[in-house]
C-alpha cells in the first residue's frame, strides 16, 4: 500500500518546519520506506503498520498543539510492491530519461 500523508498542527505560525520534522521522525523511526517531499510524506507498508505510524505522526503533534490537519491519500494494491521506486521508474522508461528526486 502507497500511502501520502500530510499533517501539520494547526495555529502555530507560518512556518511549520520543526513541527512537521517531529511528525516525520516518527516514520523514520517505524523501518518502513517512505520518500518525504515538500508537499507530504509518501509510506509504503501494509495497511495497519502505516496506520499506526499515522497514528504516532498525529499524536506528536498534539502534544504540544490543541489542533492538527491531516489529510491522507491511499493506494493499495495487492499485486505489487517496491512501488515508491517503481511507480517512478516506469515513468523514467516512457521518457527514455532520468528525473529529477
Do not use: C, H
Not at 520543526?18 to 510524506?41: F, H, I, P, Q, W
Amino acid at each position: 500500500m502507497l500511502t501520502q500523508v500530510s499533517i501539520f498542527p494547526v495555529g502555530k505560525g507560518e512556518s511549520l518546519t520543526k513541527e512537521v520534522s517531529l511528525a516525520v521522525n516518527e516514520v523514520d523511526k517505524s523501518g518502513l520506506d517512505y520518500r518525504l517531499t515538500s508537499m507530504g510524506t509518501i509510506i509504503e507498508g501494509e495497511w495497519d503498520e502505516v496506520m499506526k505510524v499515522i497514528k504516532k505522526m498525529r499524536d506528536k503533534l498534539m502534544e504540544n498543539s490543541d489542533r492538527v490537519y491531516v489529510t491522507i491519500s491511499v493506494d493499495d494494491r495487492k499485486d505489487k510492491r517496491r512501488r515508491i521506486e517503481a511507480k517512478v521508474k516506469s515513468v523514467e522508461e516512457i521518457l527514455k530519461k532520468s528525473l529529477k528526486k
